[in-house]
Each structure stands twice: as C-alpha cells, then as structure tokens.
C-alpha cells in the first residue's frame, strides 16, 4: 500500500521513539531513527543499534520538516491537511517552528546548486592544488629525506589528512550551511569557530594575493625579447652581479649575485629600500596595480555564486596542468636534468627516524589539503544532497598529492640544469626554499632556455591560475559563511557584500605592498594561519566526533549516500585525526620557527606579534563560549546542555513523494 505524506494523524498520538506524519510533512522524534512501517500508521525503530535511516520510494532518505508549536516550544494538535509538501526536512535533533521553520524552508528552496558535478571538482581540486604543491612540497620532500619522505607523507595522507578532508566535505553537504550558522545544527557552543576562520581567511587574503601580484609583475615583464633578469646592465643591478650564463669566462664569488635575484629583491621587491618591519617604506605602486587587477578578477569571478565560479575554473583549474606537462617535458630534456631528479628522490632512510621529519609530512599534508579554511564546508554546502562526496574526497585529494608529487620533477630537473650550467652541486642551488625558488632559481633557469620568452610568459600565467583557484576558494568560505548566518541583511545584495569583502580584503594587503612588504608577507604566512588553523580543525573533529557523536555523524553519511563509513573513517575521525593535529600543533608551538628572509634577520618581538596575530582569530571560540553559556537561562548545568545540543533543523530537500509503506 501506498500512503501520501498528507495523512492525518495527531502529533501528539506519538510516543516517544516513534516518527509522526503531520502537515503533510514527516517528522522525526529525536531519539529515533525513521523506519517507516505499515501498522496503524506507527514508525518503529530501526533493527539493530545502528540507527540506520529508512529509504523513502524516490532514494532518499525519511525526512522531517517544521511542525507548529507553541509559544513555549511545544508541539500542538495541529491536524491541518495541506497540500504535500514540495519540500520536506529532516529534523535531527529538534522540532522547528513558526515562523523560523518558513524562513529554513524558503532559504532551502532559494539555495543555489552547483551547474554541473565537474564545476565541483575542479573547483575543490583548484583550492586544494595552489602554489605551495609548487614549491614548498618539492623542497620538503628533498630537505626530509628524498623518496624516503613519500612513506611518512603517506601515512599521514591516510590517517589524518584525507579523513579530515572527508569529514568537512559530509559536513557541508549534508547541513548545507556555512562555516558558522552550521554549528547550531552540531553543537551551537562551538560556533566561534566560524568566527575565527572567517578571520583566518582575511588574514591570508590579505598577503596571499600579494604573492601572485609579484607573478603578474613578472608576467608583464616577460613580453620582452630578452628577459629583463638575464643581464647585469639594468638600472637596478649593482657591482656583485654576476652573470655565470654569459659567454665571457667569469668566476662565481662569495659576494656574486646572479640577475635574477637582484631583479626579484631590488625591482620587484625593493627590499633594499626597506630596514625591516620597524620601517617598512613606502608602496609600491606597480605592485599595487597589479593587485588591484588581480582583485578586480577575483571579484568579477566570484560575485554571481558558484554558477560564474565554477565556470572560471574550467580554465584556472586545468590550465596548471597543461603547462605543469610542458614545463616537465622541457626540463627532461635539458642537460643536468637527471641530477636533479636524482637529488630530489634518493631517499636516506635515516630521516625517518627524526621527529621533524614527520612534523613536517603532517603539515604538508594538512595545508596542501585545506581542511579548516571553511572554503569545503562552503563547496560543499553547494552539492545535491545524494551526491557522492566520498568519492569526491579520495579523488581530489588523490589528485592533489600527485600534483605535489608530479611537481617535485617539473623543479628539480630545471634545478639539475642550473647545478650542471653553474658546475655546483645540486644542494648550492636548491638552498632557495618558499617564493624565491620560484621567483629566482626557477625563473633564472627559464631566462637561460631556448624560447625564454614563452616559457616565462606560461609560468607566470599557471602561478597566477593557481593562486586564483586558492583565492576563489578562501573568500567564498567567508561569504557563503556570513550569508548563511545573516541571510536577512545579505542574500539579497551578494553583490555588494563581495564588493566590500574584496575591498577590505585589497586595504589589509597595503602593508604587504611596501618596500618591506615581503617581511610582512613571511610573517603572516608563518603565524597568522599555521596554529590558528590547526586548533580550529582539532576542535572541529573533537565537536563533530564527541559532541555531535561519531554514530549520528555516520548516520547523518547514511542518509546521503546509502552506506555507513567503516571502522577505519570512525577510528580516524574519533581519535587519530584529533591526535594528528594535536601532534602537529604542539610541534609548531614548542619550537616556533626562527624567521628570517634574504639578510634580515626577525627580531624577537615579532614572533610576539606572529602570536598575537595568530591568537586574534581562534580567541574568538572562547569569547563565544563563554557569550552562549551568559545568554542561555538555566541552571549552570541546564546551560551547558542547552548549548552542546543542536538546536535548528538540517534541511534535507526532496519532491513531492508517496511512502512505500514496508
């Protein structure tokens, strides 16, 4: 027999553990899981201790919606038959109601969806691959042991940094929300972790863009028949330039600088202008037109939603790609090339035996797939309900890592090339790590190929493809996270919300345009987001695997794809990821990193100031804490409670359906 979803029945005939139909649409009490059986019109409990969720006839899963209340939260003898619904919820905690309930329901019905599931994937593979798979993971992988490297970075993959990847991408897909409006349907006292990565995300726009605003200035520099970095006879080099690529014999000293580095620190830079961060000199204003360009790109990328963004990826994404190939197949055939290679992957199993070694592939790992940065929650926020995020996750970050992997040989047979034309050792050239390995070594080795100019012209344009996808990403996690959370000030005028967060975001990057702006830029890149994200995403696994409950959690997967995560997904989620971070983040904090960029050497107030930077943004989850536990009434007790339950609904949108009564 087949019951549509209008049948009477009171609400208040049902007992506790049991799902009740009311309105047209289905409701499920809190401590029940949905198995809807044909007797009298009851719901029993699923079989088992698993709480599995019943399939309804269409595919998905029982549903449950707003149910009128009263004005102390209780549910009322409303036996209205409307219509059935069009669109139904499931309630996983608790009853909503009124007004509140309408609002939930129009905004599930106005939420935007991804165009296609390939706008999806590249757009994560596009945040995930930026320009650290570029040059930090090649020169970790060499500075850790070689090919000995690969095995801990492996492990860590596996146990801490897909798992964590997964579990955000579920999240979002399932609660359809942002980084902070989603806390209410997980565990409402938590919700100052929204708060803190919408902070995070401005602090790395704020130098991130900087980065790529350096690649734009090469860029138009290289529509030049000789490249500007391959003579010592601009305006800007000084009596140490040394050019060892020249025809005439000349000698490399302990003084010599090669063209390229002093084009990148006294042209591009203008470090020499500058005494350090106490007196950082004025901007520089070629660089701040190219990241107002840059901005102006990002705005008109991003300002429409995920439909325009996800069709920009179409080339931002796979364009890296296609030159990462060329760049590969040109360095192979360069002489020297296998030196490189050989240096990059000759493992020396003693590393595995030191700790940093192991630090180092859980950070790598971590930041190269970007858990913590809310820009998952957002993507995913954006996906059908059914869509199969699980294997969204191992592919992309399956792509991911043997991007970083793939890219370690586009640097180092170019790396082997400058070994054999500098008639050093391979170790003498790769000592340039972060930008200055792409921006000096690498582009010093472009300048010296045949057809320099193309090759630069191609190189600068993947940093800036890549550098986009990342800053697509990060300010869609900020976005989508405040429109959630204030869709009655925001969802109408997403314009002008991009208009002011580009703009702020352009302002907080003028400190990064400076004559000293670089030391600015290695200062935030090290303290504003490294710790800070890493204790964002410790509590955000500890809230979802112990609070919100590893088996509602898992329950919560069910519904969405028809299958429980194993015991493997549970064990990481619920204890090894947690301990992961906790490694990690205790790692960085009992030995903070001793800065220092070109000749300048960090003084010590500012690693003060990098932890004050840092702390700035994840002081937010305990000032929240304490707010919700002031706000809510009650008994302390009651308190505490009332703000680890979840207290909205989760939207699970579906047609108009008829039960399959069982």
């Known amino acids: 027999e087949t019951l549509p979803l209008t049948s009477k029945k009171d609400v208040s005939d049902c007992n506790e553990g049991e799902d009740c139909k009311g309105n047209g649409l289905l409701v499920r009490n809190p401590k029940s899981a949905l198995r809807l059986v044909e007797d009298g019109n009851k719901v029993h409990p699923s079989q088992g201790d698993k709480g599995e969720a019943a399939q309804i006839s269409n595919g998905y899963s029982g549903v449950q919606s707003s149910v009128p209340c009263n004005g102390m939260g209780e549910v009322e003898d409303a036996q209205s038959t409307a219509p059935a619904a069009t669109t139904t919820t499931t309630t996983t905690t608790s009853t909503t109601c009124g007004a509140e309930g309408q609002q939930q329901l129009k905004e599930l019905e106005d939420r935007e969806t991804w165009s296609k599931k390939i706008d999806f994937l590249l757009s994560v593979i596009g945040y995930a691959v930026d320009l650290g798979n570029v040059w930090r993971f090649p020169y970790i992988c060499y500075q850790n042991g070689g090919g000995a490297f690969l095995i801990p970075y492996t492990i860590m993959a596996i146990f801490g940094g897909i798992p964590l990847f997964y579990m955000e991408l579920a999240l979002g897909q399932y609660h359809r929300n942002g980084c902070i409006s989603i806390w209410r349907k997980i565990c409402p006292i938590f919700k100052g972790i929204g708060f803190a990565i919408c902070i995070i995300d ?29 003579s010592c006879t601009n305006a800007w080099n000084t009596g140490n330039c040394t050019n060892y690529f020249s025809k005439d014999n000349v000698s490399w000293s302990l003084h010599s600088i090669s063209p390229a580095e002093e084009f990148y620190t006294r042209q591009v830079l203008q470090v020499h202008r500058s005494n350090g961060l106490d007196d950082l000199g004025g901007i520089s204003w070629q660089l701040t037109l190219c990241l107002l360009l840059i901005f102006t790109i990002v705005y008109f990328s991003i300002w429409k939603g995920v439909k325009t963004s996800g069709k920009v990826v179409w080339v931002t994404a796979t364009f890296p790609y296609i030159i990462l190939f060329i760049l590969l197949v040109r360095g192979a055939t360069l002489p020297g090339a296998w030196r490189g290679v050989l240096y990059y992957l000759k493992p020396d199993w003693q590393k595995l035996l030191a700790t940093e070694v192991w630090v180092d592939a859980a950070a790598q790992i971590f930041f190269s797939l970007g858990p913590g940065f809310g820009v998952l929650l957002a993507y995913a926020s954006y996906n059908k309900f059914h869509n199969n995020c699980y294997q969204d996750a191992l592919v992309t970050s399956t792509v991911n890592c043997v991007t970083s992997f793939v890219s370690g040989f586009v640097i180092f047979t170019v790396l082997g090339y400058m070994a054999e034309m500098r008639n050093e050792d391979v170790s003498e050239v790769a000592k340039d790590t972060g930008p200055s390995l792409l921006f000096i070594t690498y582009a010093e080795a472009i300048a010296n190929m045949p057809a320099s100019t193309f090759f630069a012209i191609i190189f600068f344009l993947m940093l800036l493809t890549l550098g986009l996808d990342s800053t697509f990403a990060g300010l869609e996690g900020v976005i989508t996270g405040v429109l959630d959370e204030f869709p009655h000030v925001w969802s109408k005028r997403r314009e002008l919300f991009v208009l002011g ?52 959690f898992c329950n919560d997967v069910k519904e969405m794809l028809g299958f429980t995560p194993g015991w493997y997904w549970r064990v990481c989620w619920a204890a090894i990821s947690p301990i992961f971070l906790l490694f990690v983040t205790c790692s960085f904090l009992s030995n903070p990193p001793e800065l220092r960029l070109f000749d300048y050497n960090y003084p010590y107030w500012t690693t003060v100031v990098g932890y004050c930077i840092g702390t700035s943004s994840i002081i937010c989850i305990p000032i929240y804490m304490v707010y919700r536990l002031i706000i809510t009434p009650g008994t302390l007790k009651e308190r505490i409670l009332k703000s680890i339950t979840p207290e909205t609904a989760t939207e699970i949108p579906f047609g108009d359906i008829r039960m399959n009564a069982v």
Do not use: D, R
């Not at 863009?209 to 090469?218: D, E, G, P, Q, S």
């Open 202 to 230: 401005l602090y790395v726009a704020s130098y991130y863009n900087t980065i790529m605003a350096w690649a734009f200035y090469y860029l138009v520099s290289s529509f030049t028949a000789e490249l500007p970095w391959t």
């Open 501 to 552: 967060l580009t703009i702020i975001c352009f302002l907080a990057s003028l400190a990064t345009l400076t004559f000293g702006g670089a030391y600015v830029v290695k200062l935030f890149e090290e303290y504003a987001t490294g710790p800070a994200v890493l204790t964002v995403v410790f509590l955000e696994a500890i809230a979802v695997a112990w609070f919100y409950g590893i088996t509602q």
